[in-house]
């Protein structure tokens, strides 16, 4: 059983949909960051996580530290928002450095 | 300046060639790390450097060798790979002590 997995592997929608990605990971963690990469690309950090809710422009991110759960909600999407989202968490088992879930392909056409 | 600049983007060498990939930031993050990434996989760690110092090699091969000259500037030196080797490599720096983290836009090497 991976540290950190997520749900779904793949998610094809279409424009303007509310899309929902999940995570859950069985480590105690001192912060938990959603990744995106779009194909053949770097990453870029869209948010960081130790309780509650962020949101920046149409992404939100919440994270329920009891159950040991995290979501990214893109509202409205757009094709430009195809990408890789990645879930990954920082714990003190494994020296602060990133424990990565396997990422979710998410492809929103026109 | 809040990014990490990675050089060359693409690079493609021959199993014999010697090259460096090269990573720099600005941003006084004095702990940086290399990344290898397989295609529709999650990166792997590779090496960290924390005040200069390499603090954790993820039993990466001898054929990489990561070089820390200064805070902002991360290299790693590539002899004798392998095709197996071709990936995206990746570099990112953070805050000793936050959680913040940055990462390049990374390097595609294809070993030939």
């Known amino acids: 059983k991976n540290e950190v997995e997520q749900s779904p592997q793949n998610l094809t929608a279409q424009e303007g949909e509310f899309i929902t990605i999940n995570c859950s990971y069985s480590v105690g963690i001192s912060a938990l960051h959603w990744l995106q990469q779009h194909p053949g690309g770097g990453i870029v950090s869209l948010f960081m996580?130790?309780?509650g809710k962020k949101k920046h422009g149409r992404l939100i991110a919440t994270i329920n530290i009891q159950e040991k759960h995290s979501s990214l909600h893109i509202t409205a999407s757009h094709p430009r928002d195809s990408a890789v989202y990645i879930c990954?968490?920082?714990?003190?088992?494994?020296?602060?450095?990133?424990?990565f879930g396997p990422g979710t392909r998410l492809s929103v056409l026109p | 300046d809040t990014e990490v600049t990675q050089t060359p983007k693409h690079l493609v060498m021959g199993m014999t060639n010697k090259k460096s990939l090269k990573c720099e930031q600005h941003?006084?993050?004095?702990?940086m790390y290399w990344y290898k990434q397989k295609a529709k996989k999650p990166p792997e760690l590779m090496f960290v450097?924390?005040?200069?110092?390499?603090?954790i090699n993820e039993s990466v091969p001898s054929r990489f060798s990561p070089e820390c000259p200064n805070s902002s500037l991360l290299n790693l030196h590539l002899h004798a790979l392998q095709p197996e080797d071709s990936a995206l490599y990746l570099c990112?720096?953070?805050?000793?002590?936050?959680?913040?983290?940055?990462f390049g836009s990374g390097t595609r090497l294809t070993v030939v």
């Open positions: 450097y924390s005040y200069e110092k390499l603090s």
């Open positions: 990954a968490v920082r714990s003190r088992n494994y020296g602060q450095n990133f424990v």
């Open positions: 996580l130790s309780s």
């Open positions: 941003m006084g993050h004095r702990a």
């Open positions: 990112a720096s953070s805050q000793i002590g936050t959680f913040g983290y940055t």
